[in-house]
C-alpha cells in the first residue's frame, strides 16, 4: 500500500506571495490533517479534514486554508507569505482520525520564504 | 488544556546502552498516546501506541507504558543501536476527541554512539 505523499518537496517563494501544498492520503483514508514544524515552535496542528469538512482547525490565522475533494486528496493554501511561515508543512492521514486512531505522515514540503 | 512534556535533549548514549525517554502529560478524560519518530530530512514515523492505562505499546525493540496515575507514557529500549539516531516525540489525541488533532511534545534528539 503506498504511503501518504506530500508534492511538491521544496518550495522557495518570497513575502507576499501565495502557495499551495498537496497531500495524498493512504488509499482508503478519510482523514487528512495537516501540522507546521519549526524549530522554534515545534509541531502544530493547522487543520483536519472529514469528508471533504474541516473537522478540527488549529490556531493560525486565517491566510491558512485548506480543503479536501471527494477522493480524500487535501490542498492546504497560504495567502500573502510572511517570513515566520517558512517551515516543513505536514500531511497525516487516519482512516476516520480521532481517539485511538494512528494518523501516518507523509515526508512533508520544505517551504522557504525569503 | 492538554500538553505534552518531554524531557530536554539531547540524548548522547554509547551503542547498546539503555534509552530512557521521559514523557508527561496534561489531558482530561483518557486521551489515547502515540512515540513518534523523525530521521533527519523526513516525516514522522508512527513507532508505538496506548489507548488505555497500563496498556504496553511495543515497536521493533521500543516500548512505553500508559500510567495513568502518574500521566506519563515514558519511551523505552533495552539496547539503542546508531541507527536510532532520531527526533522522537510525544503525543496524544484528547480522551473526548472525534477529530484528529494530535497534541506533540517538544520532542527528543538521541545521538547513539558506536
Known amino acids: 500500500k503506498a504511503g501518504v505523499t506530500q508534492t511538491p518537496r521544496y518550495l522557495i517563494k518570497t513575502r507576499g506571495q501565495q502557495v499551495t501544498l498537496s497531500c495524498s492520503p493512504i488509499s482508503g483514508h478519510r482523514s487528512v490533517s495537516w501540522y507546521q514544524q519549526t524549530p522554534g515552535q515545534g509541531l502544530q496542528f493547522l487543520f483536519e479534514?472529514?469528508?471533504?469538512?474541516?473537522?478540527n482547525k488549529g490556531n493560525f490565522p486565517g491566510r491558512f486554508s485548506g480543503r479536501q475533494f471527494s477522493n480524500s486528496r487535501s490542498e492546504m493554501n497560504v495567502s500573502t507569505l510572511e517570513l515566520g511561515d517558512s517551515a516543513l508543512y505536514l500531511c497525516?492521514?487516519?482512516?476516520?482520525?480521532?481517539?485511538?486512531?494512528?494518523?501516518?505522515f507523509g515526508p512533508g514540503t520544505r517551504l522557504t520564504v525569503l | 488544556g492538554n500538553s505534552v512534556t518531554q524531557m530536554e535533549g539531547p540524548v548522547t548514549l554509547s551503542e547498546e546502552a539503555f534509552l530512557t525517554i521521559n514523557c508527561t502529560y496534561t489531558?482530561?478524560?483518557?486521551?489515547?498516546l502515540f512515540w513518534y519518530v523523525q530521521y533527519p530530512g523526513e516525516g514522522l514515523q508512527l513507532l508505538l501506541k496506548?489507548?488505555?492505562?497500563?496498556d504496553k505499546g511495543s515497536n521493533k525493540g521500543f516500548e512505553a507504558t500508559y500510567r495513568k496515575e502518574t500521566t506519563s507514557f515514558h519511551l523505552e529500549k533495552g539496547s539503542v543501536q546508531v541507527s536510532d539516531s532520531a527526533v522522537y516525540f510525544c503525543a496524544l489525541i484528547g480522551g473526548r476527541s472525534n477529530t484528529g488533532k494530535l497534541i506533540f511534545g517538544q520532542g527528543t534528539t538521541l545521538q547513539v554512539k558506536p
Open positions: 479534514y472529514f469528508s471533504e469538512t474541516q473537522r
Open positions: 496506548a489507548t488505555k492505562a497500563d
Open positions: 489531558a482530561t478524560g483518557y486521551p489515547s
Open positions: 497525516a492521514s487516519s482512516l476516520v482520525g480521532g481517539w485511538g486512531n494512528e494518523q501516518f
